[in-house]
């Protein structure tokens, strides 16, 4: 098989697909090379909070119909400090703004739904991607699909491809500085058929470790523990789970949370990652390609969407008005952005979790920053200014 489009993206998660929308909607055409299956895209159960922006751009789009009905719309976050919680309302304390709680993987069933109903090209279960000619004139994806060889010649790639993809580390060493921090703990997280422990999320500091409560629906709960990073899931039967979810949620007032069916259990490790630049000649690197966040600011699927923003119109700009400008300083545009989220992530992080090597010093710290946000109006704001969403560049 061999085709030609404008734009070849590489990856079919919310940044490639969304990409892909957007240039449609301005006639620009692309194609997507993805190595999973269609059923396996769909149901991989990563993040679930939308930021205002990110709402606002589904919407902008035409994306948004299952979303308004389907999403929990959450005015505020709970914090929680051993037993005591206090409500940060990101309404009030941003002047309107609040943040959407909807799977990840109904927003890729949602695109992949309008991409094929739009006769979009997305090649599911295409293998061993690489990516050539980026440097010159004449990019072009090759791989193979069904035990044939595939070649796709396109105008520019688009690495959409998350932290693990090819694209990336096709750019040379010398062209690309990558800024890493790995996190002494990670994530074990649960969906469970249980009603969530409440109206919104809570994030929880304790002595035991960090806990979150969230949810996917009003039936369906998502859970996570701080453990350690080399922690043995097999060792973790529900039971214990729940054990530990009540130590670490339950409030002086008795609240905790409510027991059901685990349906799905993984563990998630905690990175910062900055890759920079983000373009090399006719190659961009969008979402987890570029850059990963750890899970507690919920940031990383919102700049997914924001990255392609930058670039959908970047794109449209060179494509429509013959300008270069976007696409020249698309990196720059969106590393500002990128960087804030990088550290608001870092921020939440280090606020809420248990570092084994801190001495009592640094939790005398942790718990000052916590005081004062739960306590602080201007300190509340910029928690909430941050977990909205900073505002798009122009
Ligand atoms: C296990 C896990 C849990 C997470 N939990 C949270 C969370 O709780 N909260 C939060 O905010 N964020 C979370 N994230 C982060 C969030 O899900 C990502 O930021 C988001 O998926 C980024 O979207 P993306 O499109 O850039 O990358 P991805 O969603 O990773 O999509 C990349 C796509 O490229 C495809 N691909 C990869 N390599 C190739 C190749 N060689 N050829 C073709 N296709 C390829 C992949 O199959 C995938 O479909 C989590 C991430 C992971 C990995």
Sequence with gaps: MRERTQIGIVGAGPAGLLLSHLLHQQGIHSIIVEARSRAYVESRVRAGVLEQGSVDTLREAGLDARLRREGLVHAGIQIQIEQERHRLDLMELTGGKAITVYGQQEVVKDLIARRLADEGAILFEAEHAAIRGFEGEAPRITFTRAGAEGEIACDFIAGCDGFHGVCRPSIPESAIILYDRIYPFAWLGILAKAPPASEEVIYVNHSRGFALASMRSQEVARLHLQCRPDEDLAEWPAARIWEELHARLRTADGDTVHEGAVLEKGITGMRSFVAEPMRHGRLFLA????????????????????????????????????????????????????????????????????????????????????????????????LAENYVGLPFAA
């Design 287 to 382: 979402g987890d390609a570029a850059h990963i966040v750890p899970p507690t600011g919920a940031k990383g699927m919102n700049l997914a969407i924001a990255d392609v923003r930058v670039l959908s119109r970047a794109l449209a700009a060179h494509y429509r008005e013959n300008r270069s400008d976007l696409i020249d300083t698309y990196s720059q545009t969106c590393l500002k952005r990128v960087w804030r989220a990088e550290h608001f992530s870092w921020f939440m992080t280090a606020m809420l979790h248990n570092f084994p090597s801190e001495d009592g010093f640094g939790r005398r710290l942790q718990r000052s920053q916590l005081d004062y946000v739960v306590s602080s109006r201007e300190a509340g704001r910029s």
